[in-house]
């Protein structure tokens, strides 16, 4: 009974001081701890993951990332007045110090006039419940009173209406901020955190910022990250992806954005009812994104972009020859691994600076980029599909041989004009109204001899021919770990069935397009990197390798991701076709053949690079190739590998309307110095040339 008695009065007790603990709670102190919990509202935010970087095959760090300051602001419960006055002194503090913020609204304030298409501007003004004729300040006078912006002058007007209108766009709330300047300078984030009890609901962020170091160099490898758009956003919210992410928009940037994304952590912040930060913890680590290591040698790839630029402008203002090409604006250049198929340089011409985009760019920016008359973001190394000329001669050689239709030493008379089919003329008939007589494949390689080519093609007939190159990996693409490769075409009656198919024009196929097609013309059209591919494999004694442009991808913790998961996402990105790799069973005289006659190309008197290469130290084989294009000057082939007796590297270079094959050789010349340490003053004047001195086709 005892103890009962005890147990009671211990309760009562307990419930005794709950009961003055609620009244306290509730009566006594209820004001101040209400006051209290009005002045500490938690927000959860997300602190943004560097991306992964990016090494080239050397470990050299071609893309990194730097620590930027942005400016974001939560919503608050003040009044327009009082928000307008915030915005006004955000937006002079940013100016003071040479920063910018986000400016989306479509007028120019300076020029009185819309940022926009006289339709698209017409629809704006609509929305607004405006008729479609309202002038610039008819439509400033209606933000003025939709925001309650009491101020007078012009300027503070703008910067009110500049910033109201970026918050209205893009929402935001207590718990999810609107960002409105990034990469802020230190002064500006100084003088904020000054001013912060001003500056209600301003909150200062730290973010990483891409960093590409090299500037344009490898930018069309590389890629560009951009502010995410609103169907990415709607496709990858669930992943985690926040509406004021940055996200990878093309090359690598883009294909391997699941493994470059890091992992956003957590903090804590507090405020109090004024929007004033108070405190701040961080909860959960960020965690760095993989990096990605590629094949490319950054030394190589600077070389292959300058002497692309030097020898564009060269053959368009005559610079090295005498005869010049003036619509001459653009090309590519790749080199290979011939023992492995990796890609060591992919140089486009003309480039960009992917930094320029990071943050979003301008409409007149963007017009620059995406509508400019020389198109700087298409990569034409991967995209650009080109007839392949007299390149593909080595290639018609291959077939002819191997399909039983022209033996290795046998002999064909060129009669200058082929008696077949539309009966074409070779071109030194064309030219001279000459012919080169009695000519074996190694001949016929070492002068492009048509004639030849001609009739091998006859012979075997069009099925072999675009089998072989099928089997080069021509036609398909070769699987370069780069959104955006080309297919590209190879001249065959399957393809002329697919183009019925589209358009339900009937076509049949005729000699003359089997003629056109030996030759490098017709249907045939490839990207540079096809013919790489194909070189380095004809290089490699017919042995088709993987091509690849990826030597790792490296996690935090500094694990290699396996092959199989890379594969699985970026295969289906990149739209992978089938191809057959292994040894394609070419005998060795007919490689023999085909090597000999592309190092006479080279190395011998007569040969179409001859006066290119005649001095250099390392035997080189190649053929020039001069390819009409369907308007203006011809394209400009060299495809090319060295050493001679061993292989190591396949360099293929094309100049839009470089006019003359022979004209790209100089480049890839410079391109192997690099390579093999024979890099000379690449500034050292050339001698002039003109056409008469050299044999081109």
């Given at each position: 009974?005892?103890?009962?008695?005890?147990?009671?009065?211990?309760?009562?007790?307990?419930?005794?001081?709950?009961?003055?603990?609620?009244?306290?709670?509730?009566?006594?102190?209820?004001?101040?701890?209400?006051?209290?919990?009005?002045?500490?509202?938690?927000?959860?935010?997300?602190?943004?993951?560097?991306?992964?970087?990016?090494?080239?095959?050397?470990?050299?760090?071609?893309?990194?990332?730097?620590?930027?300051y942005?400016?974001?602001?939560?919503?608050?419960?003040?009044s327009?007045?009082?928000?307008?006055?915030?915005?006004?002194?955000?937006?002079?503090?940013l100016?003071?110090?040479?920063?910018?913020?986000?400016?989306?609204?479509?007028?120019?304030?300076?020029?009185?006039?819309?940022?926009?298409?006289?339709?698209?501007?017409?629809?704006?003004?609509?929305?607004?419940?405006?008729?479609?004729?309202?002038?610039?300040?008819?439509?400033?006078?209606?933000?003025k009173?939709?925001?309650?912006?009491?101020?007078?002058?012009?300027?503070?007007?703008k910067?009110?209406?500049?910033?109201?209108?970026?918050?209205?766009?893009?929402?935001y709330?207590?718990?999810r901020?609107?960002?409105?300047?990034?990469?802020?300078?230190?002064?500006?984030?100084?003088?904020?955190?000054?001013?912060?009890?001003?500056?209600?609901?301003v909150?200062?962020?730290?973010?990483?910022?891409?960093?590409?170091?090299s500037?344009?160099?490898?930018?069309?490898?590389?890629?560009?990250?951009?502010?995410?758009?609103?169907?990415?956003?709607?496709?990858?919210?669930?992943?985690?992806?926040?509406?004021?992410?940055?996200?990878?928009k093309?090359?690598?940037?883009?294909?391997?954005?699941?493994?470059?994304?890091?992992?956003?952590?957590?903090?804590?912040?507090?405020?109090n009812?004024?929007?004033?930060?108070?405190?701040?913890?961080?909860?959960t680590?960020?965690?760095?994104?993989?990096?990605?290591?590629?094949?490319?040698?950054?030394?190589?790839?600077?070389?292959?972009?300058?002497?692309?630029?030097?020898?564009?402008?060269?053959?368009?203002?005559?610079?090295?020859?005498?005869?010049?090409?003036?619509?001459?604006?653009?090309?590519?250049?790749?080199?290979?691994?011939?023992?492995?198929?990796?890609?060591?340089?992919?140089?486009?011409?003309?480039?960009?600076?992917?930094?320029?985009?990071?943050?979003?760019?301008?409409?007149?920016e963007?017009?620059?980029?995406?509508?400019?008359?020389?198109?700087?973001?298409y990569?034409?190394?991967?995209q650009?599909?080109?007839?392949?000329?007299?390149?593909?001669?080595?290639?018609?050689?291959?077939?002819?041989?191997?399909?039983?239709?022209?033996?290795?030493?046998?002999?064909?008379?060129?009669?200058?004009?082929?008696?077949k089919?539309?009966?074409?003329?070779?071109?030194?008939?064309?030219?001279?109204?000459?012919?080169h007589?009695?000519?074996?494949?190694?001949?016929a390689?070492?002068?492009?001899?048509?004639?030849?080519?001609?009739?091998?093609?006859?012979?075997?007939?069009?099925?072999?021919?675009?089998?072989?190159?099928?089997?080069?990996?021509?036609?398909?693409?070769?699987?370069?770990?780069?959104?955006?490769?080309?297919s590209?075409?190879?001249?065959?009656?399957?393809?002329?069935?697919?183009?019925?198919?589209?358009?339900?024009?009937?076509?049949?196929?005729?000699i003359a397009?089997?003629?056109?097609?030996?030759?490098?013309?017709?249907?045939?059209?490839?990207?540079?990197?096809?013919?790489a591919?194909?070189?380095a494999?004809?290089?490699?004694?017919?042995?088709?390798?993987?091509?690849?442009?990826?030597?790792?991808?490296i996690?935090?913790?500094?694990?290699?991701?396996?092959?199989?998961?890379?594969?699985?996402?970026?295969?289906?990105?990149?739209?992978?076709?089938?191809?057959?790799?292994?040894?394609?069973?070419?005998?060795?005289?007919?490689?023999?053949?085909?090597?000999e006659?592309?190092?006479?190309?080279?190395?011998?008197?007569?040969?179409?690079?001859y006066?290119?290469?005649?001095?250099?130290?390392?035997?080189?084989?190649?053929?020039?190739?001069?390819?009409?294009?369907?308007?203006?000057?011809?394209?400009?082939?060299?495809?090319?590998?060295?050493?001679?007796?061993?292989?190591?590297?396949?360099v293929?270079?094309?100049?839009?309307?470089g006019?003359?094959?022979?004209y790209?050789?100089?480049?890839?010349?410079?391109?192997?110095?690099?390579?093999?340490?024979?890099?000379?003053?690449?500034?050292?004047?050339?001698?002039?040339?003109?056409?008469?001195?050299?044999?081109?086709?």
């Open positions: 009974m005892r103890r009962v008695n005890v147990l009671i009065a211990f309760v009562c007790i307990i419930g005794i001081i709950y009961i003055y603990r609620l009244f306290d709670l509730q009566v006594v102190n209820g004001a101040s701890y209400r006051e209290q919990s009005e002045k500490r509202l938690v927000r959860e935010i997300k602190t943004i993951a560097p991306r992964g970087e990016i090494y080239d095959r050397y470990g050299k760090l071609m893309v990194t990332n730097e620590t930027s942005n400016v974001q602001l939560y919503y608050t419960k003040i327009d007045e009082e928000l307008n006055e915030v915005l006004l002194k955000l937006a002079n503090i100016e003071t110090n040479g920063d910018s913020y986000n400016n989306s609204f479509p007028i120019d304030f300076e020029e009185k006039k819309f940022e926009k298409s006289e339709e698209s501007a017409k629809s704006w003004k609509k929305s607004l419940k405006l008729n479609e004729n309202a002038t610039v300040d008819d439509v400033i006078e209606y933000y009173k939709t925001y309650n912006i009491t101020q007078t002058e012009l300027e503070d007007i910067k009110i209406i500049i910033l109201r209108y970026e918050i209205s766009t893009n929402g709330s207590s718990y901020p609107v960002t409105l300047a990034k990469n802020i300078s230190e002064a500006s984030m100084l003088k904020i955190d000054e001013y912060g009890n001003e500056l209600s609901g909150n200062i962020v730290t973010q990483p910022i891409r960093k590409y170091l500037g344009n160099v490898a930018s069309h490898i590389i890629g560009y990250i951009g502010p995410i758009s609103s169907d990415e956003y709607k496709k990858r919210k669930d992943l985690g992806y926040l509406q004021n992410d940055t996200i990878g093309t090359g690598i940037e883009a294909t391997f954005e699941e493994f470059l994304r890091g992992t956003n952590g957590v903090k804590r912040i507090e405020m009812s004024n929007g004033i930060i108070v405190g701040e913890t961080e909860t680590e960020s965690v760095m994104g993989n990096s990605v290591v590629l094949t490319i040698d950054m030394d190589l790839q600077a070389k292959a972009e300058e002497v692309l630029e030097k020898y564009v402008t060269s053959i368009r203002e005559g610079g090295y020859f005498l005869q010049k090409f003036s619509d001459a604006n653009a090309g590519a250049m790749v080199v290979l691994d011939v023992k492995t198929s990796e890609v060591l340089a992919l140089a486009s011409y003309p480039t960009y600076n992917p930094e320029e985009f990071v943050d979003g760019i301008s409409n007149s963007y017009a620059k980029y995406f509508q400019g008359e020389n198109k700087p973001m990569n034409r190394a991967i650009g599909a080109y007839s392949p000329g007299s390149t593909f001669k080595p290639l018609t050689a291959v077939a002819a041989i191997e399909s039983g239709a022209v033996k290795v030493n046998e002999k064909i008379q060129d009669k200058g004009v082929y008696d089919g539309h009966k074409p003329v070779c071109w030194i008939w064309a030219d001279y109204r000459g012919t007589g009695f000519v074996d494949v190694e001949t390689l070492k002068v492009s001899c048509n004639y030849y080519f001609y009739e091998a093609g006859y012979r075997m007939g069009i099925d072999n021919l675009s089998k072989y190159a099928k089997l080069f990996g021509l036609g398909r693409r070769t699987g370069v770990e780069i959104i955006g490769e080309s590209g075409t190879v001249a065959s009656r399957e393809y002329i069935n697919e183009l019925t198919q589209k358009d339900g024009k009937k076509r049949t196929w005729m397009d089997t003629l056109s097609a030996a030759i490098g013309q017709s249907y045939n059209s490839f990207t540079p990197i096809q013919m591919y194909y070189i494999t004809l290089a490699n004694g017919g042995h088709k390798n993987e091509l690849t442009i990826l030597k790792d991808v996690s935090a913790n500094g694990n290699s991701i396996s092959d199989d998961v890379i594969d699985s996402i970026v295969n289906p990105k990149i739209q992978k076709e089938e191809q057959e790799y292994g040894d394609l069973n070419i005998s060795p005289d007919t490689i023999n053949a085909i090597f006659g592309m190092r006479s190309v080279t190395g011998e008197q007569g040969g179409t690079a006066s290119t290469f005649s001095s250099f130290p390392i035997e080189v084989a190649g053929k020039t190739g001069t390819a009409t294009a369907s308007s203006g000057s011809a394209n400009a082939w060299f495809v090319g590998f060295a050493p001679y007796d061993d292989p190591e590297i396949a293929v270079c094309v100049i839009e309307h006019g003359h094959g022979a790209t050789a100089p480049a890839v010349k410079e391109v192997m110095e690099e390579y093999f340490g024979y890099n000379n003053n690449v500034n050292e004047k050339m001698e002039a040339r003109s056409i008469s001195d050299i044999l081109v086709d």
